[in-house]
Structure formats: C-alpha cells, structure tokens
Nanobody
C-alpha cells in the first residue's frame, strides 16, 4: 500500500502562484511514476503532470510553460509549482502514484483561482 498526503492548496488571485506538495509513505519500492491530476466540478479527472523515477516529465497542454513538477526521491515527495494561475485552473488537485501498475491517490487539495 502507498499513502499520499497533499498540502498547499488554497485561494489565489489570477496571475498568482501556488506550490502543491505530496508526501508519500508505505510501500515505496516499485513506484515508477508520480504526479498530479485535477478535477473541476462537473468534469472528469484529468492529468496535470507526471514525473518518472528517472525524471522524465509529462504535462497537459493547458499547463505547459506555467506548471513545473519535481520530485525528491530521497524524501518521497512530489511537488507542483503553479505559476500564472487562471480561473480555469480551479479544481481539486490529487496526488498520484503508480506502483507495479496499481494507481494510488491522495484525498485531494482544493485550489481556487479568483478572477
């Protein structure tokens, strides 16, 4: 089992910045990918960004150039730096980990971007 705990959400004005962090614990061996997804009210959950254990990143087109994902493998954390935030970025952000093909999710942290 893998436990994921997010932190860092909140309210920010459009154009502002936030940093989300996710602390992972439990059975860490075998985790190859970690990342962030988000879900806005009425919408399906969507990928924001992922990063492999080797450091390869993948971003949704909507956040490229504005968001940066990073990981500290020694501390089992993954962070999402969000800049130039837009109201469309408002959503619950979920930390994600994939261990041997099994997905794990955090409980989510709310990000609200005011116009």
């Amino acid at each position: 089992q893998v436990q994921l705990v997010e932190s860092g959400g909140g309210l920010v004005q459009a154009g502002g910045s936030l940093r989300l962090s996710c602390a992972a614990s439990g059975s860490m061996f075998g985790i190859r990918v970690m990342g962030w997804y988000r879900q806005a009210p009425g919408d399906p959950r969507e990928l924001v960004a992922t990063i492999t254990r080797g450091g390869t990143t993948n971003y949704a087109n909507s956040v490229k150039g504005r968001f940066t994902i990073s990981t500290d493998n020694a501390r089992n954390t993954v962070s999402l730096y969000m800049n130039s935030l837009k109201p469309d970025d408002t959503a619950v952000y979920y930390c994600y980990a994939n261990r041997y093909g099994t997905p794990y999710w955090g409980k989510g942290t709310l990000v609200t971007v005011a116009p």
